[in-house]
């Protein structure tokens, strides 16, 4: 009886777990098989199903092409928002007035959805946009909305990004930052000493494990890279998106071929840096 | 010097938000002009325009729905999570956790052929991939209320002889009042801001804020409605933010 009293217990906590874990697992598989299935043209929006690899052999060029421009914007993205991020948070861990003031700017930019930073980025970055207003529209004004290099775009998840780096590099080592810094500055070890001595080793594991969310999620955002990107070449999202909403139905295969392949690179990326992660903690 | 750069990092939060004031307020604003021509209420009555209103009910009621399904489910695995032995208690973190190494785009595109076969009305479509999307949020939220939650409370009152449902009542629920009103917040905006899920299930019958925006700021010249839709979206969360940090505040300043 006594032994399977926890059995049982386990048994409920399973029960309570069901109802996250079900919907979870059902719309998860689901997706990816139909999706499976329609790249291979085995479940057509019309007319009989027929096994075909097209989307994946003839499109693979222009996927390939896709999957790099995706990984360049997520990982200048990423590398922007880690260094904006790891400075917010030195600050705000630094500064104890004038840091609660910058805590609470970056954290209020939280709530604000990547398509309305992409809208607001580009009244900024445009030709005509306040930025060059500002500089007096000078003729050498950088194309960032719809160039070639996606800047306005990196920008955008840049700024977005950084204040959630700042929030969970602050969150993650706050308690015992204090203490150390205290001790080094008795010490008299300088701010700047103390941020790159103290601060970013404490840091440098929330900036790891935030710089693979961060990369992962810019890999597969659509709304910025749409609206400030240019027409062409496209990354994954964009791609997948236009060929979706394609008239043309034959395009679904293409479609669901461009966001399955999505989905690899990102799981590839996830364990490429998770690997990374934990070399670093064994050289520790 | 420190002040200096604590400047240039509040410029680097603020200043994209700028243009953003400036449009709404703005009447005429040709460029080179730095500052507008002419000022005008236009954003503002444009808020309560019947399109506008419309729109941010149905995006008030899609966050809703979310925040109602995805709060008490990430609470209920989040308890199991804390019961479960650890090799299922891990397989149950790793499924919570996976709807976010998907591109949301390559969910919903997935998805939704399965929703229109089951005849799925688009709503409840959307409310649903929303709320996958939104479970690894909700159920970290109460998983680190829980980790700093502590049993004995629950135990004690046991001793004095409260029954389950009165712990329940008027132990637990209050100590994770401040957890569910984070995590019901963050599956709210999981809603109210969606772009890519409404879009591509809704097929353009769910007429949120967003969807909105989203064809605003595509085309040219409609920088007054972008800023006007933008503010409309961004300003119910702050309010919302505002009034569920009030409290710790308040209490704050007592201390």
């Not at chain 1, 991020?85 to 990547?114: D, E, K, N, Q």
Request: aromatic letters at 8%.
């Amino acid at each position: 009886m006594s032994e399977r009293l926890p059995e049982r217990a386990s048994r409920r906590a399973l029960l309570m777990a069901a109802p996250a874990v079900l919907p979870v697992i059902v719309v998860l598989a689901g997706a990816l098989f139909a999706g499976l299935l329609q790249s291979l043209g085995l479940m057509p929006f019309t007319g009989e199903p027929q096994l075909s690899f097209d989307a994946w052999t003839t499109g693979s060029g222009e996927i390939l092409q896709a999957a790099g421009i995706s990984l360049y914007i997520a990982a200048a993205s990423t590398t922007l928002s880690v260094v904006m991020g790891f400075m917010i948070a030195a600050y705000i861990l630094a500064m104890p007035i004038s840091g609660r003031v910058i805590a609470g700017l970056s954290a209020a930019t939280i709530p604000i959805p990547h398509l309305i930073a992409a809208g607001t980025f580009g009244l900024l970055l445009s030709d005509a946009g306040f930025l060059a207003r500002v500089l007096g529209m000078p003729e050498e004004f950088p194309t960032f909305v719809g160039g070639p290099w996606w800047g306005a775009a990196i920008l955008e998840y840049g700024w977005k990004e950084s204040a959630f780096v700042a929030l969970v590099v602050v969150g993650s080592i706050s308690r015992r930052v204090g203490d150390l810094c205290d001790a080094a500055s008795t010490l008299g070890a300088s701010p700047r000493q103390r941020i790159l001595n103290v601060v970013l080793p404490l840091a440098l594991p929330s900036l790891g494990i935030s710089a693979i969310i961060v990369f992962v999620y810019t890999l597969g955002s659509y709304e910025a890279v749409w609206l400030l990107g240019p027409i062409s070449p496209e990354p994954l999202p964009v791609r997948a998106v236009r060929l979706f909403g394609s008239v043309d139905l034959a395009a679904r295969p293409d479609a669901m071929a461009t966001a399955l392949a999505s989905v690899a690179v990102g799981v590839v990326a996830i364990l490429a840096g998770l690997l990374v992660l934990r070399r670093f903690k064994g050289l520790r | 010097m420190h002040l200096g750069f604590g400047v240039l990092l509040g410029a680097w939060i603020v200043l994209p938000l700028i243009p953003l004031m400036l449009w709404f307020v703005a009447g005429q604003w040709r460029a080179p002009d730095i500052l507008p021509g002419t000022y005008s209420a236009q954003g503002l009555i444009e808020l309560f325009s019947p399109q506008i209103q419309s729109a941010t009910a149905t995006s008030a009621a899609l966050g809703t729905s979310v925040a109602l399904v995805a709060t008490p489910l990430g609470l209920l695995a989040a308890l199991a999570i804390r019961r479960l032995p650890r090799t299922h208690s891990r397989f149950v973190e790793v499924v919570l956790l996976t709807p976010l190494a998907i591109p949301p785009f390559a969910l919903v595109m997935g998805a939704n052929v399965l929703l229109l076969r089951i005849y799925t009305p688009s709503f409840s479509a959307v409310v649903l991939v929303l709320a996958v999307a939104a479970l690894p949020y909700t159920t970290f939220m109460f998983r680190s209320a829980l980790a700093s939650y502590d049993d004995r409370f629950e135990e004690v009152a046991r001793t004095l002889g409260a029954n389950a449902r009165q712990t329940l009542a008027h132990v637990r629920l209050p100590l994770l009042a401040a957890a569910t009103a984070r995590a019901a917040f963050l599956a709210f905006l999981v809603g109210w801001g969606d772009y890519i899920a409404t879009l591509l299930i809704g097929g353009g019958q769910l007429r949120t804020l967003p969807l909105i925006l989203g064809s605003a700021a595509a085309g040219s010249g409609n920088e007054q409605l972008t800023a006007a839709l933008s503010l409309a979206v961004i300003g119910p969360p702050l309010v919302l933010l505002a009034a569920l940090s009030a409290p710790r505040l308040r209490e704050r300043i007592r201390r």
